[in-house]
Structures are given as C-alpha cells and as structure tokens.
T-cell receptor
Framework: AQSVTQPDIHITVSEGASLELRCNYSYGATPYLFWYVQSPGQGLQLLLKYFSGDTLVQGIKGFEAEFKRSQSSFNLRKPSVHWSDAAEYFCAVDTTSGTYKYIFGTGTRLKVLA | DAMVIQNPRYQVTQFGKPVTLSCSQTLNHNVMYWYQQKSSQAPKLLFHYYDKDFNNEADTPDNFQSRRPNTSFCFLDIRSPGLGDAAMYLC???????????FGPGTRLLVL
C-alpha cells in the first residue's frame, strides 16, 4: 500500500542552526511530492513541490528539498532556521493515478530555541 | 489575490445540532476538497468534488454531507455533530487531479 513516513514526530533546533526534516514514501512509481507547513490554528501553506526534472527544489521561506529516487525520500532542508519557522510540517504524496488523493505523512512538529 | 476562504474560522455548536461550514475560492479550480484534521494528526480526506461530481471517501461517516452549488462555493454539512467531530476542517482546491492543492485557513469546530 502507498504510504508516507515522517520518522521524526518532534524536532528541536536552535535559531540559526540548520534543519533537515525527513520524508520517505512507498509507491511503485515516482509520485508528485509536496511539503506543507501549518502554523498553530492555521491552514496548510505550500512550501514546495516536485513533479519532475531537477531533483533539488527551491521553495518559499528559504526552504529546499531534494528528491532521491533510490532512497524514496524527499527531505526538507533549511540552512538557518528562524524562530518563525516553528510549526508543523507535513510531507504529502500524490500518486498521480488520478485518484485526487494526497497521502499525508503524520507530520513533524518543529520547535525553535532562541 | 486568488485564494481559498473559509467561514467561519471558529464554530461552536451543540451536540446533535446541525452545522454548516463554508468554503469559497477565487482560483476557479475544478476540484474542491474537505479534510478533517484532529489535534496532532494529518488531515484526513472526507470527500471531494470534481466540478459537480461528488466523490465520497469510503470511511467518511454518513453524518457528513457536502454541497457544491457552483464553481466557487462548497459547503460541509454535519447533520448531527458528536463530540468526536470536534476538529479543524480544511477546505482545499486544485485545478485538476495530480495538481497542487491550495488550502484555506480552516474552521475550528467545537461541539459542546
């Protein structure tokens, strides 16, 4: 069955430190891949997406993600975290089969220490 | 700016009292989705519309219904809310299948 795994439920980093959030998926082909961020009490905001082409994708707010087919991964990175990045981050996969359905990971909650 | 709007942002209802949540979009997208998100969980798809075609997820309770009177608006009706229906309800849109979904800010539902 198709699935998305975000192994880290909580991550704490210091402001200014680098960040990597992990996402692994299980799917027979290359899906469409997304990262969303959700601040408390808010909806989901798209950070970046991968459909095809260059495997290093740039997004908003200084985030980037790298698609690695061999590892079935789409990890999110940021070189220097700001306090305002504290939020919940969701990885999502669209299996491109026309099912209209995202498969979401369970999310990673990021805490930033001043 | 083109966007997805949800009203109200917060809704309090009583156990068993019907409630309707609203979503509108200025993106002119074909597909509109309703998700339920409980605390510290991923969003769970309830159903979606492709244009006027309604698609219900197999595990969505009958208590949840939806209407899409035109391209811009979509409503979520909860016929008899239970305490377990307290959650954030997210509306999203996409131009077509396999395309990026854009989310509204959500409606937080509290059931007393």
């Amino acid at each position: 069955a198709q699935s998305v795994t975000q192994p880290d439920i909580h991550i704490t980093v210091s402001e200014g430190a680098s960040l990597e959030l992990r996402c692994n998926y299980s799917y027979g082909a290359t899906p469409y891949l997304f990262w969303y961020v959700q601040s408390p009490g808010q909806g989901l905001q798209l950070l970046l997406k991968y459909f095809s082409g260059d495997t290093l994708v740039q997004g908003i707010k200084g985030f980037e993600a790298e698609f690695k087919r061999s590892q079935s991964s789409f990890n999110l990175r940021k070189p220097s975290v700001h306090w305002s990045d504290a939020a919940e981050y969701f990885c999502a996969v669209d299996t491109t089969s026309g099912t209209y359905k995202y498969i979401f990971g369970t999310g990673t909650r990021l805490k930033v220490l001043a | 700016d083109a966007m997805v709007i949800q009203n109200p942002r917060y809704q309090v209802t009583q156990f068993g009292k019907p409630v309707t949540l609203s979503c509108s979009q200025t993106l002119n997208h074909n597909v509109m989705y309703w998700y339920q998100q409980k605390s510290s969980q991923a969003p769970k798809l309830l159903f979606h519309y492709y244009d006027k075609d309604f698609n219900n997820e197999a595990d969505t309770p009958d208590n949840f219904q939806s209407r899409r009177p035109n391209t811009s608006f979509c409503f979520l009706d909860i016929r008899s809310p239970g305490l377990g229906d307290a959650a954030m309800y997210l509306c999203a849109t996409s131009r077509d299948a396999g395309e990026t979904q854009y989310f509204g800010p959500g409606t937080r539902l509290l059931v007393l």
